[in-house]
């Protein structure tokens, strides 16, 4: 692993703990809430609640996904590393976006093509 990836790795590690415990304390209090309640109609109830919260959720789903993505490519060796041009990726934008999976020009050009599915994880 290169030596500056090794931060770059940690505050990966670290954001991944952070959205793990904010969305296992949301289940612990959903979980709670349910058991408050009893019957059938409560139960439908929370269940089509729980689909809004997933849906609420999915944006820090897919910034987990793009985490643990980076971490495996940082394993790998295979981090920083632009997966259209295969020039190295700034250090500056890697650490600003650490799970950038394109280099900056790369990025713009697929952003004015409307190409990127995650253009939202990586506007910069
Ligand atoms: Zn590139």
């Not at 058991?35 to 959720?57: C, N, P, Q, W, Y």
């Not at 934008?93 to 697929?110: D, G, Y």
Request: net charge negative.
């Amino acid at each position: 692993m290169q030596k500056e990836f090794r931060k770059i790795r940690e505050n990966l590690e670290k954001r991944r703990r952070e959205i793990l415990e904010k969305i296992s304390g949301e289940q612990l209090l959903q979980t709670s809430g349910e058991l408050a309640h009893g019957d059938s109609l409560d139960v439908a109830t929370s269940a089509g609640d729980r689909e809004i919260t997933f849906m609420l959720k999915s944006r820090e789903l897919d910034e987990l996904r793009a985490i643990e993505d980076a971490i495996q490519r940082i394993d790998s060796d295979d981090y920083g590393i632009c997966a259209n041009c295969e020039d190295p990726i700034e250090l500056k934008r890697l650490e600003a976006i650490p799970w950038a999976r394109f280099c900056r020009a790369c990025q713009e050009e697929l952003e004015s093509r409307r190409l990127t599915g995650n253009s939202d994880l990586e506007r910069f």
